[in-house]
């Protein structure tokens, strides 16, 4: 039997396509490849399962998210005229305004007339007679097309703790992804948030104001940072607009794509006293300087990163009144910076509130939900609402959710349980013309900013092979090794790859998420891109085209 993938293409035909390429997920990715791709002349089509455009920002509407990057580091970069005509209001702007800013883009690049909404894809199989894939959504229809790209999002997969009676509670309960659409009234009412990390510190220091009484329960608590938001008044949004080109030169040079970047200097080469200004300053400025602006060696020497997380550990001590509150909002697990900080404002006063109270689940475990509320080993609590701020199933979890076949019925979950791997987190051998953006092995930091490079560079090569009359791309097994090999390497020495954490893919409310994995690119946006464009420099030779 010959080899399907040596035909030549003449036996190809795209007559059986329903379209030239499928994308998955409208969100700042998916949007960014539809009009990247309509523009390069292919008939697209895009999927996505709610109902509107936005993604992480259509889906997370809970009271207090916000951006953790500057708003105008996080917005598209590819347009002048949309930098030119949207203003931020905030330099860390509030996620209704960060979805009419993706509704805004919907419209003005007449992106929507291309999409269908609440269209879940749940299987995606290659064939190889036809190069081509077919989609299945939720409903049972059916779509072929030659190139499949995902932007399913590496957040967007909700885990709800495993807690007996979950489904009992009478009164309201949202995960803080799923946050209905309609107002939720909790002025006066009994509130439970169960999760610290970033959206629970988000949603915690939101709603206290407004709750009757707030019960946080927290299994094990974040270093968080001052966010140090303001609001931008149209003669700074002049000067931000003037620097546009500045501030995206910047974010493509930095480790992860923020405006941010580490200090030249070891912790310990400079003296006490200009370590301890060094590090007010930080904490008085605005965003992810005190993570991503830190000495250089804060994320990697232990000594270092114990330094850090005491001084972050007698800020908490100084803004929360009550001496044993603080302690337990104090992580002994882990060392600052060593998760993503989740950046708060006032989140540490709130629990000086006499209608907060923080109840702490790795000494008096929930036993269960009852009809009524959460009943703890020591005690019952009433609630009115349940708020459960616990994550996601990251990175993989919206891969595993759609049944991915390759050739020769190779399943995408099981090829990755037996080894997490991808060519520049955008390809997959076993899997060809499929393109991930954001995928497992990717640079994530400040999103957008990997977003763009990854999107041009799926583009580019789509543009290659359509010029060329090529139908099927597919990384060949060395160049998979050996990217794998670079995703391994940098990221040794890094403390964060040490921990356990959505970044190193655990995850204890879920099956199969207990062993720490590298899952993410740990180099910096300049090796990313270096490597990328040396392999389309190349003429893709690390891929197999034909
Ligand atoms: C609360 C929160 C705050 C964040 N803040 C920041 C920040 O400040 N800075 C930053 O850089 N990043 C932040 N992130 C990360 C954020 O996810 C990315 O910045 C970015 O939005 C990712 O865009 P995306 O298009 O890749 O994925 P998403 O925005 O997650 O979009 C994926 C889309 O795919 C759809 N989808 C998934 N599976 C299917 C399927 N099977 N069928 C159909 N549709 C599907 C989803 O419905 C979703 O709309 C935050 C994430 C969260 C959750």
């Given at each position: 039997?010959?080899?399907p ?7 190809i035909?795209d007559n ?8 998955i997920g ?12 309509r523009?390069?002349g292919?008939n697209v089509?895009l999927?996505?399962?709610?109902t ?11 009271p207090g ?11 598209y ?7 030119d005509?949207?203003d ?9 305004e ?8 919907a ?9 269908q ?5 749940q299987?995606?199989?290659y064939s ?10 939720q ?16 957040l967007s997969?909700?885990?709800l703790?495993?807690?007996p ?13 799923r ?6 009234s909790y002025e ?7 999760g610290?990390?970033?959206?629970g510190?988000?949603?915690?220091q ?5 709750v ?10 974040n270093?968080?940072?001052p966010?140090?938001n303001?609001?931008?008044d ?5 000067e ?6 500045e501030?995206f030169?910047t974010?493509?040079?930095?480790a992860?794509g ?9 912790t310990?080469?400079v ?17 992810f300087g005190?993570?991503?602006?830190n000495?250089?060696?804060v994320l ?5 990163n114990?330094a850090?997380?005491d001084?972050v ?20 697990d ?12 006032r ?6 509130r ?5 109840i702490?689940?790795i ?8 009809p009524n ?7 019952e609590?009433?609630?009115d609402?349940?708020?459960y ?6 990175i993989l ?8 076949e390759?050739v ?5 979950k099981?090829q ?13 051998n ?13 640079l994530?930091?400040?999103n ?13 090569l789509?543009q ?9 791309a ?12 670079h995703?391994l ?9 040490q921990?356990?954490s959505w970044m ?9 998420r ?6 993410r690119y740990?180099?910096t946006q ?7 464009n040396e392999?389309a ?8 085209l034909?």
């Amino acid at each position: 039997m010959t080899n399907p993938a040596v035909r030549s293409n003449a036996s190809i035909s795209d007559n059986h396509l329903d379209y030239d390429a499928i994308v998955i997920g409208a969100g700042v990715a998916g949007l960014y490849q539809l009009y990247k791709l309509r523009n390069i002349g292919m008939n697209v089509r895009l999927f996505e399962a709610g109902t509107g455009v936005g993604g992480t920002w259509y889906w997370n509407r809970y009271p207090g998210a916000r951006f953790d990057s500057e708003s105008y580091s996080y917005g598209y970069s590819f347009s002048k005229e949309l930098l030119d005509e949207w203003d931020w209001s905030e330099h860390f702007a509030s996620q209704p305004e960060i979805l009419r800013y993706l509704q805004h883009v919907a419209t003005k690049f007449e992106l929507t007339k291309d999409i269908q909404f609440s269209s879940v894809v749940q299987s995606a199989s290659y064939s190889e007679d036809a190069r081509s894939w077919e989609i299945q959504l939720q409903d049972g229809s059916r779509f072929k097309s030659r190139f499949l790209i995902t932007g399913i999002g590496l957040l967007s997969q909700p885990t709800l703790p495993r807690i007996p009676g979950i489904d009992s509670f009478k009164g309201q309960s949202f995960h803080t992804s799923r946050w209905p659409h309609e107002p939720v009234s909790y002025e006066g009412k009994r509130v439970a948030v169960v999760g610290t990390g970033a959206t629970g510190v988000q949603t915690i220091q939101e709603v206290c104001k407004d709750v009757g009484h707030l019960t946080v329960f927290q299994r094990r608590p974040n270093w968080c940072a001052p966010l140090h938001n303001a609001k931008i008044d149209s003669d700074e949004m002049k000067e931000i607009r003037a620097g546009y080109e500045e501030i995206f030169e910047t974010c493509n040079q930095t480790a992860a794509g923020f405006l941010h970047t580490a200090d030249a200097r070891s912790t310990f080469e400079v003296s006490e006293e200009e370590r301890y200004e060094f590090w007010e300053n930080l904490y008085a400025s605005k965003g992810f300087g005190i993570w991503q602006g830190n000495f250089k060696d804060v994320l990697t020497n232990p000594e270092a990163n114990k330094a850090m997380s005491d001084f972050v550990a007698n800020k908490i001590r100084q803004r929360v009144n009550d001496p044993e509150t603080a302690e337990k909002l104090i992580p002994n697990d882990h060392g600052f910076g060593t998760r993503r900080v989740p950046l708060e404002t006032r989140y540490y006063e709130s629990y000086n509130r006499e209608n907060v109270e923080l109840i702490d689940i790795i000494s008096t475990p929930i036993q269960e939900i009852t009809p009524n509320g959460i009943v703890t080993s020591d005690r019952e609590f009433e609630f009115d609402i349940i708020i459960y701020a616990t994550g996601f199933d990251a990175i993989l979890g919206s891969y595993d959710k759609i049944d991915i076949e390759g050739v020769n019925g190779c399943k995408l979950k099981a090829q990755w349980r037996e080894e997490l791997s991808t060519f520049l987190g955008i390809q997959i051998n076993n899997f060809p013309n499929l393109f991930m953006i954001l995928g497992p092995h990717a640079l994530l930091g400040n999103n957008p900013r990997s977003i763009e490079f990854n999107v041009e560079w799926i583009t580019d090569l789509i543009q290659h092979m359509t010029a060329l009359d090529l139908t099927r791309a597919e990384a060949t097994p060395e160049a998979v090794a050996s990217w794998y090999q670079h995703v391994l390497e940098q990221g040794e020495g890094l403390l964060a790859n040490q921990i356990d954490s959505w970044m190193t893919g655990v995850n204890s409310n879920l099956d199969g998420r207990q062993q720490r994995i590298v899952a993410r690119y740990s180099g910096t946006q300049s090796s990313y891109r270096k490597r990328a464009n040396e392999v389309a420099e190349s003429g893709y030779s690390e891929l197999n085209l034909i």
